[in-house]
């Protein structure tokens, strides 16, 4: 409505005003009248634009606008920051992972040299032992050899004797001075070869010295080393075979020796008459010539 109210009154001031200078030139006395009523339009004219609700909505949609602008501005920007945001997020975590899979496989790496140091530490003390339960068990593996062979089958190592040699294996045989004293420490002088005759179980982890002449005396090497069998009869005629894993030195048949050993088997072969001799199997520590 004010548009066209506005569209009226420039339109008659238009026109009053055309008149008014009709009636100027003509000197017509209505002239006045005309421009003050051109006048009055043309406030009517201002007074319509300023009212005219298309004015409003024109600075209201200007506004609204500038509004969505400022949004479209502010959304962006914040759409832009939470890209970055997201970026930086994502690089974060890429680098938390990388550094997390760098740790765990730092920490494999490290558990597994742990473990394979252990497991060649394990080795080689399982070697260690094994070579020193070899060295400490070679008496006992040469007897469990022996005595079968010379008993012709009639007797084996006892258990009980081949731990005795194992644990005592830096006495068989003795060859340092400290070792035979320790040696002769062992001995058992109660233990005479009566009671070997007699039983023997009794006295297979006890050292025992017996003395007597050698009725033979030999020495072989085998895969063992050098190895000597000594026989002997004692004060009592009694046979005595002692096995000593090493060389018995200058002595020989028909000389007085000193045997100090472990009881090992009781058996029996037959002699020279034709009948059969009754013999004590001695694992040697010592074996001495006396004068």
């Known amino acids: 409505m004010w548009m066209a109210i506005g569209l009226l009154s420039f339109l008659a001031c238009i026109v009053l005003v055309v008149l008014g200078l009709i009636s100027l030139i003509k000197k017509k006395p209505n002239k006045k009248k005309l421009f003050l009523s051109s006048v009055a339009c043309f406030v009517i ?10 004015t409003e909505t024109g600075t209201a949609n200007n506004s609204d606008e500038a509004v969505t602008a ?13 890209d970055a945001d997201a970026k930086a997020k994502k690089e974060a975590d890429k ?14 790496k490290a558990k597994e040299d742990a473990e394979a140091k252990a497991q060649a530490e394990a080795d080689a003390k399982a070697a260690a032992e094994a070579k020193e339960l070899e060295k400490k068990s070679h008496a006992s593996k ?8 010379i008993t012709e089958d009639m007797a084996e190592l006892d258990d009980s004797t081949k731990k005795y040699l194992i644990e005592h294996n830096e006495l068989f045989p003795a060859t340092t001075v400290e070792s035979k004293n320790a040696a002769i420490a062992e001995v058992d002088p109660n233990i005479t070869s009566r009671h070997l005759f007699k039983n023997i179980t009794p ?15 030999s ?30 030195g200058d002595i020989l048949d028909g000389d007085y020796v000193v045997l100090r ?10 002699n020279v008459s034709g009948g059969t001799t ?14």
């Open 142 to 149: 040469v007897m469990e050899t022996v005595v079968p062979f």
């Open 203 to 217: 006295y297979l982890t006890k050292m025992i010295e017996i003395s007597g002449d050698v009725v033979q005396i």
């Open 70 to 82: 400022v949004g479209e501005v502010s959304t962006v920007n914040a759409d832009t920051q939470d």
């Open 95 to 108: 680098k938390a992972k990388q550094e997390a899979e760098d740790k765990a496989a730092a920490d494999k």
């Open 278 to 291: 009754n013999a004590i199997l001695l694992t040697l520590s010592t074996i001495n010539k006396s004068q």
């Open 219 to 248: 020495e072989e090497e085998t895969d063992f080393g050098t190895l000597a069998t000594v026989h002997i009869l004692n004060d009592n005629g009694d046979s005595i075979i002692g096995i000593y894993n090493g060389s018995t």
């Open 261 to 270: 050993g472990v009881p090992t088997a009781s058996y029996s072969f037959a």
């Open 45 to 54: 004219f201002i007074i319509a634009i300023a009212a005219s609700p298309t």
